[in-house]
């Protein structure tokens, strides 16, 4: 018997990518953004540091706030929809055969095979076909609000620690231009990485974040000097 053949796609990772690049390029910007700006406002050493610390917890319980919050929101729809679904089901079967036929004849089957095809995925499973194809709700793709908390805040401060180590080896006299520098080769590699893993152009990748990487510690830097001449 042949081995069977498991197709690998890239869109298969697509969440998680985007979870994880996300995360991980607002770690980065945030905080090399946020110790640019004090360090140009001519704090000390001490003081960068710890507004970066500061700016990690901050950020990574923002972002797993968030991402749970709106989460939960998603699954309070879905299982708001799946109980409707299934009251539907049960009040009238008939009527949800032919929804789900319709269904497959909208994607291309001939009449008969899409009432054959929906037939027998209801007596396998009703909730389950109707979830997937009316729903577009899966396994896969179901919303876990706990796990894209925990994953978005780790991938925060991970991307967030890069800078701050920088800020706690660096010299105070070379803090901006080591941490500016070392922070874009971060974002350019991380760009760059994204990209090679969902089949983009790593070129394009790699200035897409560089740019908006390179504006926000430019502003966040300015405003911080300005502040310093002020106060």
Avoid: C
Wanted: no cysteine.
């Amino acid at each position: 018997m042949p081995a069977r053949h498991r197709e690998r796609h890239r869109t298969q990772r697509i969440g998680w990518l985007r979870a994880a690049v996300l995360g991980a390029n607002d770690g980065i910007v945030s905080t090399a953004s946020l110790v640019l700006g004090v360090a140009a406002a001519h704090a000390t050493h001490g003081s960068i540091l710890v507004a970066g610390v500061a700016g990690l917890v901050a950020g990574a319980m923002s972002m797993a706030t968030g991402e749970y919050v709106s989460v939960h929101s998603q699954a309070d729809t879905e299982q708001a929809e799946l109980k409707l679904e299934r009251k539907e089901l049960e009040t009238d079967d008939q009527g949800e055969h032919k929804e789900l036929t319709a269904i497959y004849i909208g994607r291309g089957l001939d009449p008969a095979l899409a009432q054959q095809v929906a037939e027998q995925l209801m007596a396998h499973d009703a909730l389950g076909a109707h979830a997937r194809d009316e729903l577009g709700i899966s396994a896969t793709l179901s919303a876990r609000p706990t796990l894209a908390a925990l994953a978005s805040a780790g991938s925060f401060a991970v991307g967030a620690v890069m800078p701050l180590l920088v800020v706690a080896l660096a010299p105070h006299t070379s803090l901006i231009p080591l941490v500016s520098g070392t922070s874009l080769v971060f974002l350019a590699f991380l760009g760059g990485l994204a990209a090679y893993v969902g089949g983009a152009r790593v070129m394009a990748g790699v200035m897409r974040v560089t740019f908006w990487g390179a504006l926000a510690m430019g502003l966040t830097a300015g405003v911080g000097a300005l502040l310093g001449t002020v106060a």
